[in-house]
Nanobody, 124 residues
Framework: VQLQASGGGLVQPGGSLRLSCSAS???????VEWVRQAPGKEREVVAA????????KYADSVKGRFTISRDDRKNTVYLQMNNLKPEDTALYYC???????????????????WGEGTLVTVSS
């Protein structure tokens, strides 16, 4: 599975961005997550969604501002980011893990596949 993240850019505080994670093959039976890493900081899982799309989980730092969703017809998972803050500045990655039991995988290690990151910069 090859993953490609896109949609990053420069945005002012309070602004919005939508990230996309496209897969080379279907996402069926894969839990998908977005992970970010800021310079000098630990990797942080910000959002995850199970394969059916019926379950999601968010980091406390982004609850109420970020929304993860998936469109398996397009082999794409999205991260809608609203009310962005300077502390959201980071390289954002998507990652998948095989989870046929429909579990929401929420970890920053031991994922089956990782994509290249897309840079999000929140600054005035």
């Amino acid at each position: 599975v090859q993953l490609q993240a896109s949609g990053g850019g420069l945005v002012q505080p309070g602004g919005s961005l939508r990230l996309s994670c496209s897969a080379s093959v279907g996402f069926h039976y894969y839990s998908v997550e977005w992970v970010r890493q800021a310079p000098g900081k630990e990797r942080e899982v910000v959002a995850a969604i199970n394969w059916s799309g019926g379950g999601t989980k968010y980091a406390d730092s982004v609850k109420g501002r970020f929304t993860i969703s998936r469109d398996d017809r397009k082999n794409t998972v999205y991260l809608q980011m609203n009310n962005l803050k300077p502390e959201d500045t980071a390289l954002y990655y998507c990652a998948v893990d095989h989870a046929p039991n429909d579990e929401v995988i929420f970890r920053s290690y031991d994922m089956d596949y990782w994509g290249e990151g897309t840079l999000v910069t929140v600054s005035s």
